[in-house]
């Protein structure tokens, strides 16, 4: 199996644990925890800032010194409500207690000290059409770079419908050439509706060195180092996506694919 893809431990618990090093790369960090009511996960941050992102069930979290409350309101990632999250900066501490069974995502890049903790919607975030026709997806922006909320980190989820494609036309964001392009290492974190379905993700570059197509599972993390990362969704399979992105400049600048660019010139 690829190394890009990344199947989760088991169900419970601690599920996802991506680091740097372990991703062979410098920025991005990605861990999700499957918490059942009443139980407790703690982290120091170190030298990351994390975005911590209630994707389904409630948690009363502590952070950063201070008393977040009961964070988190939609039950199933599908009802695609906007998600409560919490920025915590490097140098800092957390602690997340389960209210009721949940899925939570640690998202992680090198922090500067540029930010303080706050809390990230749901106030703020409402879902954004995207795209023409099959190409049709929806955006809950938690922390692109319009939002100055983190040093490094750009957060997003994408809702893919049944039949539809997504981080399409395909793009790469992989060269330090601002503003024509930027560096960032991204993961993708998937979920399927129905559960036992599967999707579509294919990592690739223009010279066919990295070429990688994936059949990817519910809670299934995909890397992508560089190259273009289309995404598919098969007919009566739903797809929700968590992006994680961070590079040396928190700008997002992509350059398409050749072979696809007339779409873009054409839906524009």
């Not at 992509?254 to 779409?263: C, K, M, Q, R, S």
């Amino acid at each position: 199996m690829t190394p890009l893809l990344r199947k989760p431990f088991g169900s419970h618990g601690k599920v996802h644990e991506i680091t740097a090093v372990s991703a062979g790369w410098r920025y991005v960090g990605f861990a999700l925890y499957r918490l059942r009511d009443g139980e407790t996960v703690s982290e120091a941050t170190g030298g990351n800032e994390v975005m911590i992102v209630l994707v389904e069930g409630k948690a009363a979290i502590n952070a950063a010194g201070q008393d977040w409350g009961i964070l988190g309101e939609r039950m199933d990632v599908f009802e695609k409500t906007p998600p409560h999250c919490l920025y915590v900066p490097n140098g800092e501490h957390w602690t997340a207690q389960a209210r009721t069974d949940c899925t939570i995502a640690v998202c992680s890049a090198p922090g500067k000290g540029g930010h303080p903790a706050r809390r990230i919607g749901p106030d703020g975030i409402s879902l954004t059409e995207r795209g023409k026709g099959t190409n049709t997806r929806y955006i809950n922006t938690i922390a692109m770079e319009n939002e100055d909320y983190c040093d490094s980190l750009l957060v997003t989820e994408v809702f893919t419908p049944a039949g539809h494609w997504s981080s399409y036309p395909s793009h790469r964001h992989d060269e330090d050439d601002f503003p024509r392009i930027t560096y960032l290492e991204e993961t993708y974190y998937h979920r399927l509706h129905p559960a036992d379905g599967f999707g579509i993700q294919r990592v690739y570059t223009d010279d066919g060195t990295l070429d990688e197509t994936m059949a990817v599972s519910n809670h299934d993390v995909v890397l992508v180092p560089r190259g273009h990362h289309p995404c598919g969704a098969p007919h009566g399979f739903e797809m929700y996506y968590l992006n994680v992105m961070a590079g040396p400049l928190r700008k997002w600048r992509f350059v398409p694919d050749p072979a696809v660019e007339w779409i873009i010139q054409r839906d524009a």
